[in-house]
């Protein structure tokens, strides 16, 4: 039966280009990935992060971080998703997104769909072209 697959964002949900791009990626039958979304559904993560001390460091280790911040997830309604793999769109912020993946992991017991826009380039993150990571295919080849 067809579902609204959830799309979660922390910091800018997807544009029109990216959101049609994910589209035909992850729903429908020609769907690149097979997950049997009818359409997508963007749902915003509060973004109420613990903040660094005045070096930049934080004194919890990115898991425990990520357990902090599960409680966001589950206002963004990811409980309804255990279970089933869902669409993470990578932040700017590569660190929190590494966290929030495995938050997302723990909470679903599947490593999500991801949405990513930014990518190094020497040195520097750079926004380009929006590609579909599978991280739960990639974690299973390990």
Not at 18 to 44: I, M, N, Y
């Amino acid at each position: 039966m067809p579902f609204l697959l959830p799309c979660f964002y922390l910091d800018e949900p997807l544009d029109e280009e990216d959101l049609a791009f994910v589209r035909r990626s992850l729903t429908g039958h020609w769907a690149r990935f097979k997950t049997g979304a009818a359409d997508v559904e963007q749902r915003r993560v509060p973004a109420v992060l613990p903040a660094p001390d005045e070096h930049g460091r934080y004194a919890d280790t990115r898991e425990e971080r990520a357990e902090r911040i599960r409680a966001n997830l589950r206002h963004a309604g990811i409980r309804q998703w255990n279970g089933r793999q869902v669409l993470w769109v990578m932040p700017r912020d590569t660190d929190w997104d590494a966290i929030f993946q495995f938050a997302i992991r723990e909470e679903t017991g599947f490593g999500p769909y991801v949405a990513q826009r930014w990518f190094p380039e020497n040195g520097v993150l750079v926004r380009n072209t929006i590609r579909i990571v599978d991280t739960d295919a990639m974690l299973r080849r390990l």
